[in-house]
């Protein structure tokens, strides 16, 4: 079955950089636009940024444009984000996530509804 691990997560001060990473397993991951959501307690799961299949196109959430970046590689089946200016608002659990469909334009829409394989998440928080 498919499986997503997020790593990497932890406790780091307001300013400073962090890059979590999410290793996938069970589908031909070449084929499939990958993304990274947060959620944080009392809120939503909001997008925060998508790579598509073939690390073609990036796109990112408004409020972590310029400090986060998203990256793929396909011969180990992983992605990462590398998150730099840290702000205690980026405290969250970040989830990577896989597209139902394979070969999936982002230009569409990166709503939550488009992935169809999650993983377990990983936490960061950010202090100030």
């Known amino acids: 079955q498919v499986q997503l691990a997020e790593s990497g997560g932890g406790l780091v001060p307001a300013g400073s950089s962090l890059k979590i990473s999410c290793l996938v397993s069970?589908?031909?991951?070449?084929?499939?636009?990958m993304a990274w959501f947060r959620q944080s307690p009392g809120k939503e799961r909001e997008f925060v940024a998508a790579?598509?299949?073939?690390?073609?196109?990036?796109y990112y959430a408004d409020s972590v444009k310029g400090r986060f970046t998203i990256a793929r590689i396909n011969a180990k089946k992983m992605i990462y984000l590398q998150m730099n200016s840290l702000k205690p608002e980026d405290t969250a659990i970040y989830y990577c996530?896989?597209?139902?469909?394979?070969?999936?334009?982002?230009?569409?829409?990166?709503?939550?509804?488009?992935?169809?394989?999650w993983g377990q998440g990983t936490q960061v928080t950010v202090t100030s």
């Open positions: 996530a896989a597209t139902s469909t394979p070969y999936y334009s982002f230009v569409y829409s990166r709503d939550a509804h488009v992935f169809g394989s």
């Open positions: 790579v598509s299949w073939n690390a073609g196109v990036t």
């Open positions: 069970g589908l031909n991951f070449e084929q499939y636009g």
